[in-house]
T-cell receptor, first 113, second 108 residues
Framework: NAGVTQTPKFQVLKTGQSMTLQCAQD?????MSWYRQDPGMGLRLIHY???????DQGEVPNGYNVSRSTTEDFPLRLLSAAPSQTSVYFC????????????FGSGTRLTVV | GEDVEQSLFLSVREGDSSVINCTYT??????LYWYKQEPGAGLQLLTY?????DMKQDQRLTVLLNKKDKHLSLRIADTQTGDSAIYFC????????FGAGTILRVKS
């Protein structure tokens, strides 16, 4: 089925470890973004990309890196995990232009101990 | 900067109407959205409204937009237990900015 696929669904990391959260979409959407969801705070934008080779920071980018080598994939890297990065992470995509209805992945629940 | 605020909790009886309110700050917002999130799931787009509209109806859902007051509401008619979820308001100017979400509890 077409959509946004995130892996893994769950992950536990130790403080200081690194990992990559994967996000892939098969809708040929130019725009992709990463959000984190924390209780009582809604979703906050981490990084986004308007197309292959182009990325930019959102509201809470510290501690995260991204790259966009293809239209389909937009991985999020945690270089040195901290307990403050315990959260649920959502990837989203949308075509550039149009009404901009974002399609969300099902999320990755990350716990840093 | 952009900011979106919502009330945190709403409780209604099954069959009643629910009204979830939202205020936003960015007057350059082009589209405004309502998303639904069920427990353990991602966000599902419910409906959206373009900023030059003041009302949109979609089956049981009615969206009202007061652009002067920067106020958005979502009315769910004949609320069912399956409507229990978190509802997020979001505005899109440069980026998509979310409110903190309103927990809707439907009592049978």
């Amino acid at each position: 089925n077409a959509g946004v696929t995130q892996t893994p669904k769950f992950q536990v990391l130790k403080t200081g470890q690194s990992m990559t959260l994967q996000c892939a979409q098969d809708m040929n959407h130019e725009y992709m973004s990463w959000y984190r969801q924390d209780p009582g705070m809604g979703l906050r934008l981490i990084h986004y990309s308007v197309g292959a080779g182009i990325t930019d920071q959102g509201e809470v980018p510290n501690g995260y890196n991204v790259s966009r080598s293809t239209t389909e994939d937009f991985p999020l890297r945690l270089l040195s995990a901290a307990p403050s990065q315990t959260s649920v992470y959502f990837c989203a995509s949308t075509p550039t232009g149009g009404f901009g209805g974002y399609t969300f992945g099902s999320g990755t629940r990350l716990t840093v101990v | 900067g952009e900011d979106v605020e919502q009330s945190l909790f709403l409780s209604v009886r099954e069959g009643d109407s629910s009204v979830i309110n939202c205020t936003y700050t960015d007057s350059s917002s082009t589209y405004l959205y309502w998303y639904k999130q069920e427990p353990g799931a991602g966000l599902q787009l419910l409906t959206y409204i373009f900023s030059n509209m003041d009302m949109k109806q979609d089956q049981r859902l009615t969206v009202l937009l007061n652009k002067k007051d920067k106020h958005l509401s979502l009315r769910i008619a004949d609320t069912q237990t399956g409507d229990s979820a978190i509802y997020f308001c979001a505005e899109r100017a440069r980026e998509l900015v979310f409110g903190a979400g309103t927990i809707l509890r439907v009592k049978s």
